[in-house]
């Protein structure tokens, strides 16, 4: 993107309050950052495709920036690597960009198994993550997660020209989730694959990779598993209790 000329909004959905990890990067890029021209904050819960509908017809009709920034409140983005997500983006060739973000997926073992949160079509027009990216490059891929997900204006704009006028008008046209090949498909995937459909490619930036903010309950069974991996000395040696 030409980062003298455009300018980036960001676009946030949030239950209230978000982590302090995730607000220090954002504050970090909104103090050192030009391109970065203003924030589109909406709080709510339950259904997350209602507010990320409202994010981009805030921006759309609130705005006059070149491009959104969507974020999820669990990522954290740094300055280094925001400049590959902005470096990556062209209004023509690269219209979308997303960063790398890495979902916990429960599998039925102890622990969530990581996945890169991008996407390829496979035969049955299935959709695969894409574990085996190029590190530090820019890549087509056939979809995205929102976790970090940058949009130029106009392919909104083409969302909301296309948009059935009947049922979701030009506010609620953007993001949507449903069953697709027999499979619940999340708004953000329907959103890419509609962007493809109306002629948009999607890029990730692999080089842009956002931690993730994930948790879940530890219990005897994963000190077991962990004992079993680890080397017998190390696990006779005495450790200071963390809580």
Known sequence: MNQDTEKITI???????????????????????????QFVTLEGSGVISR???????TFLEKTKDD????IDTDQKLT???????????????RPIVAGLVFGGWQTGKL????????FKLGESNGLFAYHDYPPESVV???AAGTGCLMVHRRVLETFRENA????????????QDM????????????????????????????GCILPHERRYWLDDKHHQDFARMTDARHMSTPQTSTG
Not at 111 to 118: H, Q
Request: net charge negative; proline share 5%.
């Open 179 to 206: 069953p697709l090949h027999q499979e619940w498909v999340g708004e953000d995937l329907l959103f890419c694959l509609r962007a493809k459909a109306l002629g948009f490619p999607i890029y990730a930036a692999t």
């Open 51 to 57: 507010l990320r509908n409202q994010v981009v017809s």
């Open 79 to 93: 300055i280094e690597n925001f400049k590959k997500l902005i470096n990556a983006a062209d209004r023509e060739e």
């Open 140 to 142: 087509e891929v056939d």
């Open 164 to 175: 059935d006028a009947l049922h979701q008008g030009e506010r609620w046209c953007y993001f």
């Open 67 to 70: 491009w959104l920034l969507m």
């Open 11 to 37: 676009g946030i959905c949030s239950p209230g309050y978000v982590s302090t990890m995730f607000m220090t990067s954002i504050l970090d890029l909104a103090r050192s950052q030009k391109v970065l021209n």
């Open 111 to 118: 622990y969530l198994e990581p996945v890169p949160c991008i």
